[in-house]
C-alpha cells in the first residue's frame, strides 16, 4: 500500500519495525536480521513470528499473517491503513497532513473515532479542571482520604465530575458540535425529543425542562452521565483517554451505583482493556511478570508505591482478548486478591481463563483485612515486596483451598477435594503438566488408593472425565483393607518369619497390627478411622470381630473387604500397609511443617525458623526410613 514518493512511503522508511512491533510483542534477536516473538494474531506457544529488520516485514509461520509495519499495526489495533499511517507517524513524531481513505464509510468510521478520542481527551482535561474548583472540595477530601496525594491524582489524571448536568456538555459545545459525536461517546444521558417530555424531577439540578435550543443541538435533553463523581479515566495500550469510571460521592442512593463506567463505544470494548497497561507494559516487559489486582485505587497505589508492573480487572473477569493482550508482554501474572472473597466468582473465571491461555500464575494472600491499598500504606513497600516474594503457585494455592473446604481426612472428603480441583487441572494445555499435577495432588491429599489415582490422572491427562468417584469399598486404601483383614483375623496364623534364619514363629496378625495402630494411631484420618477403632476394641475384649454391633455402612466394607481376599495375607504385606501409613503420617507432618515454616519466614520470626527447620531435618531422616523422599 505503500508507494515510493507517496506519504506511508517516506514514513514506513522512517520507522523501525522491530521497535515498533516490540511495543507490541516481546520479541528476542534469532539471527543476524532476525527476533522472534509470539505471534500476537494466533494462539502459540514457541514462537513462529519473526521480523526482519532490514527488509522491514514480519510473518507468521503459524498462521500466515505476514506484511510490514502499517499490515501490522493496522491488524493489531484493529484499524484502517490511514489510521495505521497516522499512527505510526504519531510513534515518530513525524507531523501530518489530511488523510484520505478507501471508501467514504471507512472515512467516516475513522473520522468517528478520531473524534471519541479527542472528546475524550478534552473530557478529561474538563474533569480535572473541575477537581481544583472549590465546589470540588469533597471529592479532593475523598482522594485525600483514600490517601492519594496530588502527585498520583495528576499522573492518573484523576477529575471531578461536577452534579450540575450540562457543565461537560458546555465544555464541549464549544469545541465539537456534531450530535452524533457527542450521542456516541458514552458521557451523556440523552433525553429524545420525540419522547414523551421529561419530568422534571428526572432531570439533574440546573436542567432546563422546556428543551430551548440554542446551538446546534438540543440543550435539554442531553445532560451528563457521570454528576457528582471522582472520575478515573481508562486508557487504551497508547495511552489515550478512551473512558471512565466514576466513583459516587453522593451518598443517596438514587445517585446511582457507586462505581459507574462508560457504556461500550467504537473506542471502548471493557472486555479488550486492562487498567492501566498502557503506563505499565514497559515494565511487565521488563521484569516479566505483570501484578494483577482488583481495584482502580489499588492498582494506582502498588504502582505510585513503586511497583509500576500492575495492572486492575476492575473487578470483572478477564476475557480471552484482555489475556492475550498481557500475553504479549509476559505470560507470569501474580494475582494479589482473594479469590475467596467478594467477587469470588469473577476472580475464579478469570483465573481459569489465565490457566488455559497458559499463564504461570502466582497467588499474593495478603492477610485478612488487607487489599494491595491499606497493606502499602500501612505497612510499606517492603513489606509488600516481602510478601510478593511469598507468593504461591496457584495450583499449590488450590490444593490449601481444597484442604479447608473437604475435610481429607475421610474417603468422602477427599473424593470431593479431587472433584474440586479436577476441572482445574483439565484446564491446563500441556498434557505433561496436567499429570504431574494429578500426581501431587494425590500425594498432598494423600490418597493411596491406586484405582482412585489411578482415575485422576486419567481424568486428567485426558481432559474427559469430569468427576472421579470414589472405588468400591468406600473409598478404601489397599493399606486400610490390609489391616481390617489383619485385625478380623482370629487364628494365629504359623509362617516363616524369617526364612534366613530358618526359624518358625507365630505370626499374629490381630496382635501385631492392634500393637502398631494403638501406640501410633496410624490409621487416624482414613474413611476406615471408625470400623479400625471398633475392630481394635473387639481385639481387646476378645469378641469376634462379626458379631460386633456395628453402623449399617462399616458393616458392609467390612463384608466387602474379607470377601475380597485374594492376597495372602502375609508378615511381609501386614509390614507394607504400616510402612504405607507411616509415610502418610510423616507426609502429613512435613506438610503442616512446611505450613508453619513459611508462616515463621512471613513473619520473620528466625527463632521458630530455626527450631522449625532442625524438625524438618529430623522428619526427612524418619521419612528416608520408610522409603520416602522430601
Ligand atoms: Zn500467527
Not at 48 to 59: E, I, L, M, N, P
Not at 411 to 430: C, D, F, M, T, W
Request: proline fraction near 4%; glycine fraction near 6%.
Amino acid at each position: 500500500m505503500a508507494n515510493p514518493g507517496d506519504l506511508a512511503y517516506t514514513i514506513k522508511e522512517q520507522a523501525d519495525i522491530v521497535r515498533i512491533v516490540g511495543e507490541y510483542i516481546k520479541l528476542r534477536k534469532s539471527g543476524a536480521q532476525n527476533f522472534q516473538g509470539l505471534c500476537p494474531f494466533h494462539q502459540e506457544k514457541t514462537p513462529s513470528f519473526s521480523v526482519h529488520a532490514t527488509r522491514q516485514f514480519f510473518h507468521c509461520f503459524g498462521c500466515g499473517a505476514s506484511g510490514d509495519v502499517f499490515a501490522f499495526v493496522q491488524k493489531i489495533e484493529n484499524i484502517t491503513f490511514p489510521e495505521a499511517v497516522r499512527l505510526v507517524a504519531e510513534k515518530l513524531k513525524i507531523p501530518l497532513p489530511k488523510m484520505s481513505y478507501a471508501s467514504p464509510a471507512e472515512a467516516r468510521a475513522a473520522r468517528m473515532r478520531g473524534g471519541l478520542i479527542d472528546i475524550h481527551e478534552r473530557a478529561c482535561a474538563f474533569f480535572q479542571e473541575q477537581l481544583r474548583r472549590p465546589e470540588a472540595a469533597h471529592a479532593r477530601e475523598y482522594l485525600a482520604s483514600r490517601g492519594l496525594a496530588p502527585e498520583q491524582i495528576a499522573e492518573f489524571r484523576i477529575g471531578y465530575a461536577p452534579d450540575h448536568g450540562f457543565l461537560l456538555r458546555d465544555a464541549l459545545r464549544k469545541q465539537f458540535d456534531d450530535e452524533e459525536l457527542l450521542r456516541e461517546s458514552g458521557l451523556f444521558s440523552w433525553k429524545d425529543k420525540s419522547q414523551s417530555p421529561v419530568a422534571s424531577s428526572q432531570l439533574p439540578e440546573g436542567a432546563d425542562p422546556s428543551g430551548s435550543t440554542t446551538g446546534h443541538w438540543p440543550l435539554a435533553t442531553a445532560y451528563s452521565r457521570f454528576r457528582n463523581r471522582v472520575m478515573f479515566p481508562i486508557c487504551n495500550e497508547s495511552g489515550k483517554v478512551i473512558a471512565f469510571t466514576g466513583r459516587t460521592l453522593s451518598a443517596d442512593e438514587k445517585a446511582g451505583p457507586k462505581y459507574l463506567n462508560s457504556p461500550e463505544t467504537p473506542i471502548y470494548s471493557k472486555s479488550r482493556v486492562l487498567f492501566n497497561l498502557d503506563k505499565a507494559k514497559e515494565a511487565i516487559r521488563k521484569l516479566d511478570y505483570a501484578i494483577l489486582v482488583e481495584g482502580q485505587m489499588d492498582c494506582i497505589s502498588v504502582y505510585s508505591a513503586g511497583r509500576r508492573n500492575v495492572i486492575a480487572s476492575s473487578g470483572t473477569a478477564f476475557t480471552e482478548l484482555q489475556a492475550r493482550l498481557l500475553g504479549r508482554f509476559s505470560k507470569n501474572i501474580v494475582v494479589n486478591f482473594d479469590p475467596d472473597t467478594a467477587g469470588a466468582a469473577a476472580a475464579e473465571r478469570s483465573l481459569a481463563l489465565l490457566v488455559s491461555e497458559d499463564f504461570q500464575i502466582k497467588v499474593l494472600t495478603l492477610e485478612s483485612g488487607f487489599d494491595p491499598d491499606l497493606y502499602i500504606r500501612r505497612k510499606g513497600l517492603a513489606a509488600y515486596d516481602e510478601a510478593l516474594s511469598h507468593s504461591q503457585k496457584y495450583f499449590d494455592y488450590l490444593i490449601e483451598r481444597a484442604r479447608t473446604l473437604f475435610p481429607i481426612r475421610s474417603s468422602e472428603g477427599k473424593v470431593k477435594a479431587l472433584n474440586y480441583l479436577l476441572p482445574h487441572i483439565q484446564r491446563i494445555p500441556s498434557r505433561i503438566v496436567r499429570d504431574e499435577w494429578a500426581n501431587e495432588i494425590s500425594h498432598r491429599l494423600g490418597i493411596e488408593s491406586a484405582v482412585l489415582r489411578q482415575e485422576l490422572r486419567h481424568a486428567a491427562t485426558s481432559r474427559s472425565a469430569s468427576r472421579v468417584s470414589a472405588a468400591s469399598g468406600g473409598g478404601l486404601t489397599d493399606a486400610e483393607r490390609v489391616l481390617i483383614r489383619a485385625l478380623a483375623s482370629t487364628a494365629p496364623a504359623r509362617v516363616a518369619v524369617s526364612s534366613r534364619e530358618g526359624l518358625d514363629s507365630e505370626f499374629e496378625p490381630a496382635r501385631q497390627t492392634h500393637f502398631a495402630l494403638t501406640r501410633e494411631r496410624l490409621h487416624e484420618g482414613f474413611a476406615a478411622e471408625g470400623l479400625i477403632d471398633s475392630l481394635l476394641l473387639a481385639h481387646e475384649q476378645g469378641l469376634d470381630p462379626m458379631a460386633l454391633p456395628l453402623e449399617e455402612a462399616e458393616r458392609s466394607v467390612l463384608a466387602t473387604v474379607l470377601m475380597d481376599e485374594h492376597e495372602e495375607l502375609t508378615p511381609e504385606l501386614l509390614e507394607s500397609a504400616l510402612r504405607s501409613l507411616r509415610r502418610r503420617a510423616l507426609r502429613r507432618q512435613m506438610d503442616e511443617l512446611q505450613h508453619q515454616l513459611k508462616e515463621a519466614e512471613r513473619r520473620q520470626d528466625s527463632t521458630s525458623a530455626a527450631k522449625l527447620l532442625q524438625e524438618r531435618i529430623r522428619l526427612r531422616k524418619a521419612m528416608s526410613v520408610v522409603g520416602e523422599t522430601a
